[in-house]
């Protein structure tokens, strides 16, 4: 079954610590997303890469970065330097084009302690 | 700046029809995109609209209207199975999605 996996679902890392975020998908999209989710806000743009060994910053990319190696991959790393990285991170991947719709993965729930 | 609203959370009785809105501000239109989201869970497709009108699908329809700047999306027959965040988004002049912050639907029996 085609789709795309995001893993691990919980992740509990201490303050301080860099902690990656897997990404993966078997559909053969050629656009990968990162957002982040709030309560009581909208979805926003992290990071975004359409081709492979590309990718371009989101609304906010401070602290996080990402790899696209592969077109099937794009982990994002939660660094450091984020200064309020608990949150819900979601990935998402689609053809280029304006239609298309975002296929999701189920989301990692990210706890700093 | 660019806005998309949408109202928080909205009750409707199971069997019932819910109208939610959304209104957008943004640089540009390339078309508004609605989501389903259960708790905890990954964002579903549910609608494109890039042209005015009604897009009817099953047991949802989505409307657009570019000049006043709104949409909505249409649930009938309601199941408790709808109950879910609704995430309305839209494509700017950049192919940005700019996301609402999605309306809570709780359906009571």
């Known amino acids: 079954d085609g789709g795309i996996t995001q893993s691990p679902k919980y992740l509990f890392r201490k303050e301080g610590q860099n902690v990656t975020l897997s990404c993966e998908q078997n559909l053969n999209h050629d656009a990968m997303y990162w957002y982040r989710q709030d309560p009581g806000q909208g979805l926003r743009l992290i990071y975004y890469s359409q081709i492979v060994n590309d990718f371009q910053k989101g609304d906010i990319a401070e602290g996080y970065s990402v790899s696209r190696e592969k077109k099937e991959s794009f982990p994002l790393t939660v660094t450091s330097a984020q200064k309020n990285p608990t949150a819900f991170y979601l990935c998402?991947?689609?053809?280029?084009?304006?239609?298309?719709?975002?296929?999701f993965g189920q989301g990692t729930r990210l706890t700093v302690v | 700046g660019q806005n998309i609203d949408q109202p928080t959370e909205m009750t409707a009785t199971e069997g019932a029809i819910v109208q939610i809105n959304c209104t957008y501000q943004t640089s540009g239109f390339n078309g508004l995109f609605w989501y389903q989201q259960h708790a905890g869970e990954a964002p579903t497709f549910l609608s494109y609209?890039?042209l005015d009108g009604l897009e009817e699908k099953g047991r949802f329809s989505s409307f657009l209207s570019r000049s006043k700047g709104y949409s909505y999306l249409l649930l009938k027959e309601l199941q408790m199975k709808d109950s879910a965040s609704y995430l309305c988004?839209?494509?700017?002049?950049?192919?940005?999605?700019?996301w609402g912050a999605g309306t809570k639907l709780i359906i009571k029996p």
């Open positions: 609209n890039v």
């Open positions: 988004a839209v494509l700017d002049s950049n192919y940005q999605l700019i």
């Open positions: 998402a991947s689609s053809i280029l084009e304006i239609s298309a719709e975002a296929f």
